[in-house]
């Protein structure tokens, strides 16, 4: 959006600041500016100079020779222009002159004439980027003139941008009403005075609107016995600064306002309407109309369109029709200010890929308020350029007319949010200057939202917003948020992450899958999908129902792994399950689940398949990091796991969690030839018995510790876990026990196996002698023979 700082300078006292920093204000308060330009940057020596006489060239068909009278001189010019003539007035630029096209000119021949300089069209004075021909003057324009005074370049061109929601800030007025609650200074508007004919505007034209919610307020104005012409120049210019091409007095007007109001306008030539008639209606499907850019767009019932008796005529809100629209020729107008919806005129502008200045607006949101000052002031520039007469009265249809919003606004809530004191009566300031209604109360003020603030400003905390940045961001100090002392504490989130990063420490990756699960994952299990929670609008097939175990998703992950050849698999997963309560919401208890297959390292060089004491391992290192202690239980309760190799989980006798290997069955129904291990526990009770606990700590050994090994043969059948029970009963100074290898084949008789522990011992007052270790361990291998193992030679 381009604005200019002369034209700004109409609407509210900026003299004593420069445009730079006008922007810089703009800017604070939240109305982005991109660039600050002067209008006549690199433009030297350009004067206005009057065609005396036209000559042909003698040696180029298509060049001419001008001799032209720039003020204190007649000078030679060599032109290609077609659309120069005697008498012209033109921009000329003298030897020496710079143009803001990068050019310098200078005195040279051109086949063999001498040409003292150049004829300037609007490109070439950096008005536009392209042009026809030369730019004609005005016939009074005045000989020898600098052109920068006389096209009024001594401006700068501000160029901002605004977020979608305010719309408002796409006009001068718009942007000197910010400017007015900075600066506390009253806002000019321009003239919108116009005389009314004799003639009634219901006897001209007639109006229909069939859609009141796609187009709440339409009002149209009838002018006859217009002279359509050329803009005035100085029009023309403020066109060409923001990035519109002139094109006739009409046109120019609606645009110019446009711009200076922000309420787009339309000018029909009210001879082209059929019936003399204005009907606003939805398009009927496969209904055409050619717009004024000369394209035959093809419409909708989606699309709403100002029709006549017969066809439409244009497409609400972004473009016209290209027949009836208004030329040079045009006597007599029908002039529309009209509100419409922003969905609607979105919806088409979209579809259509059809954006215009008008959608821009509309789409956004306008002023409703607005239709109707700015089809006063369009009529009075109409007036005073084109002359004509206005019609008494209007064409409207306005059935509900804006109702301002009512907002409570609370000075001390305000000063809480923002964290600094404003008072209140600076906050009523700022919201009034900037077109607020306010009324002070006790303790809180009454405020109404002006029309061209309804779409962005509906709730309290909007008002204090717009406080905010009028008061001024950089007047709004940082602070820390209060903090309550008896605000429980809860490291939670913390111990989770610690623990993420333990298991990851040992080798594991961290799987995240989704908390749905399918029933025909879930049968593969030998579950029953109907004690599950189902969901209303599930994803697909395959996520259904809300997973109540964990462990399911890792299989299905390293299944997946295992057909792309990836064998070895270790992952974990710490996530919600959500336990069915029948009408009730279901329970939603934090897990861990681990899962391991494949080869695991013996050390650096050598590997070997995972067994039941790998995941055993990880489960008791997490419980260790805990300092929980738990018991684990042969089970064969769940049908999914070895019953040789599975074991419950039990802390002072509460089940909390499983362990063992994927039963060969469910392999089978995966179609995987490796053994899978598993564990899944509540996590939510772990960390509760956890953090349970008081932490103490101990003083580091002074003696050093003395290790034995021992190996056993017991029965196939014989838990490890009793096993280490009759060690523990008498291991005196036994500091730790460590299962180390479990064994079964040649050299051990059929139905047996081998297991073999590392004791550690130590005394805290002495060191320990080999006869007291040798006594000690005498006492545990009896005891171990008397459970029924014997002694590994």
Same mark, same amino acid.
């Given at each position: 959006m381009k604005i200019t700082y002369n034209w700004l300078k109409e609407f509210i006292d900026i003299s004593d600041l420069t445009p730079q920093e006008v922007a810089d204000i703009l800017t604070d308060i939240g109305i982005?500016?991109?660039?600050?330009?002067?209008?006549?940057?690199?433009?030297?020596?350009?004067?206005?100079?009057?065609?005396?006489?036209?000559?042909?060239?003698?040696?180029?068909?298509?060049?001419?020779?001008?001799?032209?009278?720039?003020?204190?001189?007649?000078?030679?010019?060599?032109?290609?222009?077609?659309?120069?003539?005697?008498?012209?007035?033109?921009?000329?630029?003298?030897?020496?002159?710079?143009?803001?096209?990068?050019?310098?000119?200078?005195?040279?021949?051109?086949?063999? $004439?001498?040409?003292?300089?150049?004829?300037?069209? *609007? %490109? !070439? /004075?950096?008005?536009t @980027? &392209?042009?026809?021909?030369?730019?004609?003057?005005?016939?009074?324009?005045?000989?020898?003139?600098?052109?920068?005074?006389?096209?009024?370049?001594?401006?700068?061109?501000?160029?901002?941008?605004?977020?979608?929601?305010?719309?408002?800030?796409?006009?001068?007025?718009?942007?000197?009403?910010?400017?007015?609650?900075?600066?506390?200074?009253?806002?000019?508007?321009?003239?919108?005075?116009? $005389?009314?004919?004799?003639?009634?505007?219901?006897? *001209? %034209? !007639? /109006?229909?609107?069939? @859609? &009141?919610?796609?187009?709440?307020?339409?009002?149209?104005?009838?002018?006859?016995?217009?002279?359509?012409?050329?803009?005035?120049?100085w029009m023309?210019?403020?066109?060409?600064?923001?990035?519109?091409?002139?094109?006739?007095?009409?046109?120019?007007?609606?645009?110019?306002?446009?711009?200076?109001?922000?309420?787009?306008?339309?000018?029909?030539?009210?001879?082209?309407?059929?019936?003399?008639?204005?009907?606003?209606?939805?398009?009927?499907?496969?209904?055409?109309?050619?717009?004024? @850019?000369g394209t035959e767009r093809k419409l909708t019932s989606d699309d709403l369109v100002i029709a006549d008796a017969e066809k439409p005529v244009a497409i609400a809100g972004i473009m016209g029709g290209e027949e009836s629209g208004t030329t040079l020729e045009t006597e007599n107008i029908l002039l529309e200010s009209a509100h419409f919806d922003p969905m609607t005129i979105r919806k088409t502008s979209k579809r259509l890929n059809l954006s215009t200045d008008s959608s821009y607006r509309f789409e956004r949101g306008a002023d409703i308020e607005a239709c109707e000052f700015a089809a006063a002031r369009t009529l009075h520039l109409i007036q005073k350029v084109c002359s004509g007469e206005v019609a008494e009265g209007r064409l409207e249809h306005y059935p509900k007319p804006y109702t301002p919003k009512v907002i409570v606004f609370n000075p001390e809530k305000s000063s809480r949010l923002l964290g600094v004191q404003i008072p209140a009566r600076k906050s009523s300031e700022i919201l009034s200057n900037l077109g607020f209604t306010v009324k002070k109360e006790q303790d809180y003020i009454?405020?109404?939202?002006?029309?061209?603030r309804k779409y962005d400003v509906t709730r309290e905390v909007d008002l204090i917003e717009e406080v905010a940045?009028?008061?001024?961001?950089?007047?709004?100090?940082?602070?820390?948020?209060?903090?309550?002392?008896?605000?429980?504490?809860?490291?939670?989130?913390?111990?989770?992450?610690?623990?993420k990063e333990f298991i990851a420490s040992h080798g594991y990756n961290e799987a995240i899958n989704y908390s749905f699960i399918g029933e025909k994952l879930y049968s593969k299990f030998g579950f029953d999908v109907s004690k599950l929670t189902k969901i209303a609008n599930p994803l697909s097939e395959e996520w259904v129902y809300m997973r109540d175990y964990l462990f399911p998703s890792l299989v299905q992950n390293a299944v997946n792994n295992i057909n792309r050849n990836e064998k070895d698999v270790a992952l974990f997963e710490v996530a919600k399950i959500f336990v069915n309560k029948g009408e009730k919401l279901p329970e939603e208890p934090l897990h861990v689940a681990f899962l391991l297959t494949g080869k695991v390292k013996d050390d650096l060089y050598r590997e070997r398949n995972a067994d039941f004491y790998d995941i055993k391992g990880i489960v008791e290192s997490l419980l260790e990091k805990l300092n929980v202690n738990?018991?684990?239980?042969?089970?064969?309760?769940?049908?999914?796991?070895?019953?040789?190799?599975?074991?419950?989980?039990?802390?002072?006798?509460?089940?909390?969690?499983?362990?063992?290997?994927?039963?060969?069955?469910?392999?089978?129904k995966f179609e995987i030839k490796q053994d899978i291990f598993i564990a899944e526990l509540n996590l939510d009770k772990l960390l509760s018995e956890a953090l349970s606990k008081k932490v103490t700590f101990k003083q580091i050994p002074k003696f050093p510790p003395v290790t034995r090994d021992i190996a056993v043969v017991v029965e196939k059948e014989k838990p490890v876990a009793e096993i280490e029970n009759v060690?523990?009963?008498?291991?005196?100074?036994?500091?730790?026990?460590?299962?180390?290898?479990?064994?079964?084949?040649?050299?051990?008789?059929?139905?047996?196996?081998?297991?073999?522990?590392?004791?550690?011992?130590?005394?805290?007052?002495?060191?320990?002698?080999?006869?007291?270790?040798?006594?000690?361990?005498?006492?545990?291998?009896?005891?171990?023979?008397?459970?029924?193992?014997?002694?590994?030679?």
């Open positions: 982005e500016v991109d660039s600050v330009s002067y209008a006549a940057e690199n433009l030297e020596k350009v004067v206005t100079g009057k065609i005396l006489s036209i000559t042909k060239h003698p040696n180029a068909d298509k060049l001419k020779i001008c001799q032209v009278d720039v003020g204190n001189e007649t000078i030679q010019i060599v032109t290609g222009a077609d659309n120069v003539f005697e008498g012209a007035i033109v921009p000329v630029a003298l030897h020496g002159a710079k143009l803001p096209i990068g050019i310098r000119i200078k005195r040279s021949k051109l086949r063999g $004439e001498v040409s003292n300089g150049m004829l300037c069209s *609007e %490109a !070439e /004075l950096g008005l @980027d &392209s042009s026809p021909g030369i730019m004609i003057l005005p016939e009074n324009t005045e000989i020898g003139k600098d052109i920068v005074e006389v096209l009024g370049l001594n401006d700068w061109i501000i160029e901002y941008e605004i977020t979608t929601n305010r719309p408002d800030a796409l006009s001068v007025l718009g942007i000197a009403r910010e400017l007015k609650a900075v600066l506390n200074k009253p806002i000019v508007l321009p003239d919108t005075s116009f $005389e009314t004919g004799s003639f009634k505007a219901e006897n *001209e %034209a !007639e /109006l229909e609107v069939l @859609d &009141s919610a796609a187009c709440p307020r339409y009002t149209g104005f009838i002018v006859k016995g217009i002279k359509n012409a050329q803009s005035p120049l023309q210019v403020r066109l060409y600064l923001v990035g519109l091409r002139p094109i006739n007095a009409v046109v120019d007007a609606t645009n110019y306002v446009m711009y200076e109001l922000g309420q787009p306008l339309h000018a029909f030539d009210l001879e082209k309407l059929a019936g003399k008639k204005v009907v606003v209606r939805r398009a009927k499907d496969g209904e055409k109309i050619l717009t004024l @850019d009454v405020v109404k939202v002006p029309s061209w940045r009028i008061y001024g961001m950089k007047n709004i100090t940082s602070t820390y948020p209060l903090m309550h002392s008896n605000v429980k504490k809860d490291y939670r989130y913390f111990y989770i992450q610690e623990i738990a018991e684990f239980t042969a089970q064969n309760e769940k049908p999914f796991l070895h019953p040789g190799q599975s074991a419950k989980i039990t802390v002072d006798g509460e089940e909390v969690g499983f362990i063992g290997k994927l039963h060969p069955d469910v392999t089978e060690i523990r009963s008498k291991a005196k100074y036994l500091e730790s026990l460590k299962l180390f290898d479990v064994y079964e084949g040649k050299g051990i008789p059929e139905g047996k196996k081998s297991v073999a522990f590392s004791l550690r011992f130590r005394a805290k007052d002495k060191t320990l002698s080999d006869e007291e270790v040798n006594t000690i361990m005498n006492a545990i291998i009896k005891e171990l023979e008397n459970y029924g193992a014997t002694l590994r030679a």
